[in-house]
Nanobody, 127 residues
């Protein structure tokens, strides 16, 4: 199982930006499918973005409609770290954000496909 530790959350005013980081264990991080999910108070956890490789260091990203145009997922394989750059933040982005990993290189946004999860980190956007 992959160990994941998120960082970078906090309190930000609406319209502001935050960058979340997720440090991962494992020798083959570059092949993992990685994802970000979030859970707002009283709601189910939902997909935010995923990032996967089709080989030869070519990666694809997929986003939830709520994240398109505002969030960007990326990774630094040399640092075994996944990022989520969040811009133009809205109060409705307030949630606990989770990093997730699948050791199978698949294109997915399904929670069930991710076998490893971080502990989550709080992001609060105030207006």
């Amino acid at each position: 199982q992959v160990q994941l530790v998120e960082s970078g959350g906090g309190l930000v005013q609406a319209g502001g930006s935050l960058r979340l980081s997720c440090a991962a264990s494992g020798r083959t991080f570059s092949t993992y499918t990685m994802g970000w999910f979030r859970q707002a108070p009283g709601k189910e956890r939902e997909f935010v973005a995923s990032h996967w490789s089709i080989g030869r260091s070519v990666y694809y990203a997929e986003y939830a409609d709520s994240a398109k145009g505002r969030f960007a997922i990326s990774r630094d394989n040399a640092k075994n770290t996944l990022y989520l750059e969040m811009n133009s933040l809205k109060p409705e982005d307030t949630a606990v954000y989770y990093c997730a990993a699948s050791e199978s290189p698949i294109a997915t946004r399904k929670e069930a496909d991710f076998g490893s999860w971080g502990q989550g980190i709080q992001v609060t956007v105030f207006s």
